[in-house]
């Protein structure tokens, strides 16, 4: 077990197979009951890797998929965990990606006011992303994330042996979370990133993305102000998300976020912080490898009023993270409805199917 060199208070393991290392930490711990955490995917693929390196344990399985990231799978967890007499002492493995990753911690922090949690994400996404940080939460009235608390993990493991039970399209949609972090935090990388022109999700990618975001977190680990720099793209990229979970073409998480990474950026040119040079580069990355989609009039206003909804809202202020700068952050922007719209439309624009 050789975890990362992060500046946070729990270790995080990358490796691509992560069955000794697990199977160590959880003979170092003291618990009362082991429960392993799956949705019906991580049940099926993901599992299997595992399942002969776990000591003795109960598996709790769930529906997957965003749509059931809410209170009423919640009280399915809960449910489970109270008809197998879990008690104070137990200890909930998250098997999955970034939903299962959000709400099994969220209903580990909440039950008999806590139990202790390891999260092993199964998804690029998730292993970037929902994995480190100690945001855990569910989805409420159609809004992402709108209810939830900080509570670390004890542990992340990542295993890259998982993301080969991933279509490539779970692939992509993961990449956008690097994206955002070179664009926020590491301009060299992210040119470099412009010429490769190409999405690989190599342990180096994986790492690095960590390194990022760990010290962000470190700095901020309640999101007062700097760790709003990890917002970037999502403003807008989560209202889109919302909106389009309820249509016929459904978004993932990633490939929201990769739009709303376009529009905040174009934001970012409207007021000279970027230039348009820079701003079409990453427009052109992100039309290369993302999807395409067209919104109405009534589609965009809409979206528009879902950002109202926004946690980084304050005073009834739409605040935004936008660049400053390639490879700098600005948190706290106050953005109006206007720009907003404007900047989904450029999203929209030359896109091939409606909704």
């Not at 197979?17 to 930490?25: N, R, V």
């Not at 019906?40 to 099926?44: A, K, L, M």
């Not at 091939?352 to 909704?355: A, N, Y």
């Given at each position: 077990m050789n975890p990362l060199d992060l500046p946070l208070p729990y270790p995080v393991v990358v490796e691509d197979?992560?069955?000794?290392?697990?199977?160590?930490?959880l003979s170092r711990q003291i618990y009362s009951q082991l429960f392993v955490l799956c949705d019906?995917?991580?049940?099926?693929y993901c599992y299997p890797l595992l399942q002969e390196a776990l000591p003795p344990h109960t598996l709790l399985c769930v529906p997957a998929g965003e749509e059931h990231k809410n209170l009423d799978t919640c009280r399915e967890i809960w449910a489970q965990l109270t008809t197998h007499a879990a008690d104070?002492?137990?200890l909930l493995l998250n098997l999955g990606g970034g939903v299962l990753c959000d709400m099994g911690g969220f209903c580990a922090?909440?039950?008999k006011r806590g139990i202790r949690f390891v999260h092993c994400p199964t998804t690029l996404l998730s292993q970037l992303d929902a994995s480190i940080g100690g945001k855990v939460g569910i989805d409420f009235m159609d809004l992402k994330n709108h209810i939830g608390v900080f509570q670390n993990p004890i542990a992340v493991f990542i295993g890259s042996i998982f993301l080969n039970t991933l279509p490539q399209k779970e692939i992509i949609a993961g990449f956008a979370e690097h994206i955002k972090h070179l664009l926020i935090a590491d301009a060299d990388e992210w040119h470099k990133q412009l010429q490769a022109n190409s999405l690989k999700a190599t342990p180096d990618v994986i790492a690095r993305s960590l390194g990022i975001k760990s010290a962000i977190v470190a700095a901020d680990p309640h999101e007062k102000g700097l760790r709003k720099a990890l917002n970037f793209g999502h403003t807008i990229g989560h209202a889109i998300e919302s909106y389009c979970l309820q249509s016929h073409s459904p978004l993932l998480h990633g490939e929201a976020v990769a739009l709303g990474i376009k529009a905040e950026a174009y934001i970012s040119l409207q007021?000279?912080?970027i230039t348009p040079q820079e701003y079409q580069q990453l427009a052109?990355?992100?039309d290369t490898h993302y999807p395409k989609v067209l919104f109405s009039s009534k589609d965009i206003k809409a979206i528009t009023q879902l950002c109202t909804q926004d946690k980084k809202n304050e005073g009834g202020k739409i605040l935004c993270t936008l660049l400053g700068k390639?490879?700098?952050a600005l948190v706290n922007e106050e953005v109006s409805g206007e720009e907003i719209e404007e900047a989904i439309q450029q999203v929209a624009i030359n896109q091939?199917?409606?909704?």
């Open positions: 197979d992560i069955s000794g290392s697990l199977s160590f930490f019906e995917n991580t049940q099926r104070r002492s137990a922090a909440t039950y007021r000279q912080y052109t990355f992100i390639i490879g700098h091939i199917h409606s909704l």
